[in-house]
Nanobody, 127 residues
Framework: QVQLVESGGGSVQTGGSLTLSCTVS????????LGWARQYPGKERQLVAA????????YVADSILGRATISRDNARNTVYLQMNNLKPEDTAVYFC????????????????????WGQGTQVTVSS
């Protein structure tokens, strides 16, 4: 069974930085697409970043474009989301997502296209 475990959330002040990590276990093969989504209270999860298996294709949502970088280390089965210049509106629960159903491990920019999810990690940005 595929399992995802996030770490790296926390509280920072406006303008600060955080790097979220997610380690994936229980999968086989080489077509695992990975992503990060965030969720505000009472709202649906929105994908904010995604990366293909080969890391040659990446997606970053407009809301964090220019302030965030997604990367992965397949040898460590880990995906990262580095966020800089954090703003109060970045306060949310961040979830790691994974999916193996697309050929070649191509990413999707839709949260609904991901089958596996982590438990989430809270990011709080204070002004």
């Amino acid at each position: 069974q595929v399992q995802l475990v996030e770490s790296g959330g926390g509280s920072v002040q406006t303008g600060g930085s955080l790097t979220l990590s997610c380690t994936v276990s229980g999968f086989t093969g080489d077509n695992l697409a990975l992503g990060w989504a965030r969720q505000y209270p009472g709202k649906e999860r929105q994908l904010v970043a995604a990366i293909s298996w080969s890391a040659t294709a990446k997606y970053v949502a407009d809301s964090i474009l220019g302030r965030a970088t997604i990367s992965r280390d397949n040898a460590r089965n880990t995906v990262y989301l580095q966020m800089n210049n954090l703003k109060p509106e970045d306060t949310a629960v961040y979830f790691c997502a994974a999916d193996q159903r697309r050929s070649g491990g191509v990413y999707s920019a839709r949260a609904s296209d991901y089958e596996y999810w982590g438990q989430g990690t809270q990011v709080t940005v204070s002004s």
